[in-house]
């Protein structure tokens, strides 16, 4: 194999690995990344280790403390609260741009169809073993939320809403420490979502959506 393309996947594999755990909480809020014990423990260079800390200071989930340090970006309730604003802000209006879209209307629905089936299968796994399936339904949930304003025609919106949505995510995923999961509440809401999209019920599925995304963000004791 080509040594670049070699460290591309290892540097990709890296990230992904750093990002989940940053993401359920292994690597806690706050929690300083020293390189050397991360370097044994994710089997990379410190090169390596270095450039896919930087991603994660890009994406939000790392913040560069002092000058070579790195931890992992603490969580506050001003934060949720802030994006929770701007993930509704931009997922409904990615919905409504999606609907006004008629041209790729029927291929839209097919694919919040798609989408909806992938995630309430993980829903159910969910109920049945949260730890063995965490990774699998964030993954599900995040593409159904992202299937919703994929016919909106605007890369950049979507391109925010993308890094918006994940950076959420995180309070979902470390809220499941503290709280069940959802699990029918949540199964029900996605569903009703899904019901008004494919009805055409515009403003139903905005006030469904905004509920749902307030509920999912409830997160006791951050």
Not at 23 to 47: A, D, F, W
Not at 104 to 115: G, P, Q, V, Y
Not at 166 to 184: D, H, I, N, T, V
Request: glycine residues 6%; hydrophobic residues 40%; contains cysteine.
């Amino acid at each position: 194999m080509n040594i670049s393309v070699d460290r591309k996947l290892v540097g990709q594999s890296a990230y992904e690995q750093l990002r989940n755990d940053i993401m359920q909480g292994k690597l806690q809020p706050g929690q300083k990344l020293k390189l050397n014990l991360l370097r044994s423990e994710y089997g990379v260079s410190v090169n390596t280790l270095r450039e896919t800390l930087m991603r994660l200071v890009s994406d939000g989930f790392v913040e560069v403390e002092g000058q070579k340090g790195f931890k992992v970006k603490p969580v506050s309730v001003a934060d949720l609260e802030e994006l929770v604003e701007l993930r509704i802000t931009l997922e409904t209006l990615g919905l409504r741009k999606s609907f006004q879209n008629n041209n790729d209307n029927i291929d839209w629905k097919a694919k919040l169809i798609s989408a909806h089936y992938r995630l309430s299968c993980m829903e159910k796994l969910m109920m049945e073993d949260e730890t063995a399936h965490v990774q699998e339904w964030e993954k599900a949930d995040r593409d159904f939320h992202m299937a919703i304003v994929s016919n909106s025609g605007s890369r950049q919106l979507m391109r925010y809403h993308a890094s918006i949505l994940e950076l959420s995510m995180r309070y979902q995923l470390l809220a499941l420490s503290k709280r069940p999961f959802r699990g029918e509440a949540a199964a029900g809401e996605h569903r009703e979502l899904l019901d008004a999209l494919l009805a055409d019920d515009v403003e139903g599925a905005v006030a469904i959506l905004t509920d749902h995304i307030n509920k999912g963000t409830e997160i006791p004791n951050i």
